[in-house]
């Protein structure tokens, strides 16, 4: 019922900024919860941030104060801003929408974090 697209991973110098996008298609995008998630390599996908349908956000510790997550419904996109990179937030990140008994991936975008 909804597919997402990832886009605006890249390479980022340390103390850097990126802005990821996650496209989605199908209908009632506004009642999905939506999320970032981020799996570097050799680990598990763990929570980076969350927007509810009613525009509550959650952030994991590790990134709190540095990213932003945003939506705006009437595009069908949500965001992630990262800012003050640091090279432990290299990883894929993933585009995560949950609603309607469905919980949806995107297929991620690589961002990569030098030092």
């Known amino acids: 019922q909804v597919q997402l697209v990832e886009s605006g991973g890249g390479p980022v110098q340390t103390g850097g900024s990126l802005r990821l996008s996650c496209a989605a298609s199908?209908?009632?995008?506004?009642?999905?919860?939506m999320s970032w998630y981020r799996q570097a390599a050799g680990k598990q996908r763990d929570l980076v941030a969350r927007?509810?349908?009613?525009?509550?956000?959650n952030y994991a510790d590790s990134v709190k104060d540095r990213f932003t997550i945003s939506r705006d419904n009437a595009k069908k996109m949500v965001y992630l801003q990262m800012n003050s990179l640091k090279p432990e937030d290299t990883a894929v990140y993933y585009c995560?929408?949950?609603?309607?008994?469905?919980?949806?991936w995107g297929q991620g975008t690589q961002v990569t974090v030098s030092s």
């Open positions: 995560n929408a949950v609603g309607f008994s469905q919980n949806v």
């Open positions: 927007i509810t349908s009613g525009g509550n956000t």
């Open positions: 199908g209908r009632q995008f506004s009642l999905y919860a």
